[in-house]
């Protein structure tokens, strides 16, 4: 597609729900990435596919989270018994593996709030 | 450990005015390096990258850049600053290692020109 999709760009849940957000990168971006924005807040990174390299998943907060990426494609990021401390935007982003190139192109983003 | 930082959490500037967002990073090798802007209720935007060459690279908008590898700063600037540049920045650097596409970001400095 012409850019990154993210849905929804809403979500609200009650504490203890599992949500699943998913990510659809540009066609041909080999890299994709989560992050999360807390209000106010900056960026912080959570994990990041490659190809079919091994994911890096540094920066995931707990077990609760996981995130699966199919091939070069579609990618979603879940999370499981929900925290009132988990509401933030999710941001995903992919990006070519060459030097030319924004680097990260975001999506919009989903707006998480736990109730 | 490899960060990058945004010392000023805010920057105050009047209109037409210049501005300075500065940042320092702590890489090891050579990475490529960016500026992303944040409007408010939108997305994150490329602004402008280095990679190599011309320490003072121009992007989006009439934002500039100035690599300094001494110091290991890539400070944003513009000569005269708009209130539509109002927003919130971050800086990010692509880690230099092979194989590798990570990117770390700035924690973010908001931008503020005042009419």
């Known amino acids: 597609g012409a850019g990154v999709s993210q849905s929804p760009s809403n979500k609200v849940t009650e504490k203890g729900k599992d949500v699943e957000l998913r990510c659809d990168p540009i066609s041909g971006h080999t890299a994709l990435y989560w992050y999360r924005q807390r209000l106010g807040q900056g960026l912080e990174f959570l994990i990041y596919?490659?190809?079919?390299?091994?994911?890096?998943k540094s920066g995931l907060p707990s077990d609760r989270f996981s995130a699966e990426r199919t091939g070069e494609s579609v990618s979603t990021l879940t999370i499981q018994r929900t925290q009132q401390e988990d509401s933030a935007v999710y941001l995903c982003a992919s990006s070519e593996l060459t030097g030319g190139g924004p680097g990260n192109t975001f999506g919009s983003g989903t707006r998480l709030t736990v109730v | 450990a490899q960060s990058v930082a945004q010392p000023e959490d805010q920057v105050n500037v009047a209109e037409g005015n210049p501005l300075t967002v500065k940042c320092t990073y702590s890489?090891?090798?050579?990475?490529?390096l960016f500026w992303y802007v944040q409007y408010p209720n939108r997305g994150l935007q490329f602004l402008l990258k280095?990679?190599?060459?011309?320490?003072l690279v121009k992007g989006s908008y009439g934002f500039e850049a100035e690599f300094n590898k001494s110091q290991t700063s890539f400070h944003l600037k513009k000569p005269s600053a708009l209130v539509s540049d109002s927003a919130l920045y971050f800086c990010a650097v692509r880690l230099p290692l092979s194989g590798t596409y990570k990117y770390i970001f700035g924690t973010g400095t908001r931008l503020k020109v005042l009419a």
């Open positions: 280095y990679i190599t060459g011309d320490n």
């Open positions: 596919f490659q190809g079919n390299s091994a994911p890096d």
């Open positions: 890489v090891s090798g050579n990475p490529y």
